[in-house]
């Protein structure tokens, strides 16, 4: 079964640093699009960063310059590297996958649990 577990998430002060794991297992997902999407209490859930299979990426504009995501097939694992982190960053950072190179949720097939992640002002 094809699963997707999200890791470091933790407290950080702001304009500390983080690096987000998401580790795939249960199938290949090298050919997937991968995304990073955060939720925070009462609102919906929003794009944050997405990578092609040929490492193209985009960003949401409140984190472009800020946070990087990155790939590693042979790992079959995704990255989001945060940097330069405001107390507006915390959220529940979830990773996705699908086939189109989307900002919509409903674009993605497999979802992580979620990775909390507070940035204390």
């Known amino acids: 079964q094809a699963q997707l577990v999200e890791s470091g998430g933790t407290l950080v002060q702001a304009g500390g640093s983080l690096r987000l794991s998401c580790a795939a297992s249960?199938?290949?997902?090298?050919?997937?699009?991968m995304a990073w999407f955060r939720q925070a209490p009462g609102k919906e859930r929003e794009f944050v960063a997405v990578?092609?299979?040929?490492?193209?990426?985009a960003y949401a504009g409140s984190v472009k310059g800020r946070f990087t995501i990155s790939r590693d097939n042979a790992k079959n694992t995704v990255y989001l590297q945060m940097n330069s982190l405001k107390p507006e960053d915390t959220a529940v950072y979830l990773c996705?996958?699908?086939?189109?190179?989307?900002?919509?949720?409903?674009?993605?097939?497999?979802w992580g649990q979620g990775t909390q992640v507070t940035v204390s002002s």
């Open positions: 996705a996958a699908g086939d189109r190179f989307s900002v919509s949720p409903r674009e993605y097939d497999y």
């Open positions: 249960g199938r290949t997902f090298s050919s997937k699009i």
């Open positions: 990578i092609t299979w040929d490492t193209s990426t």
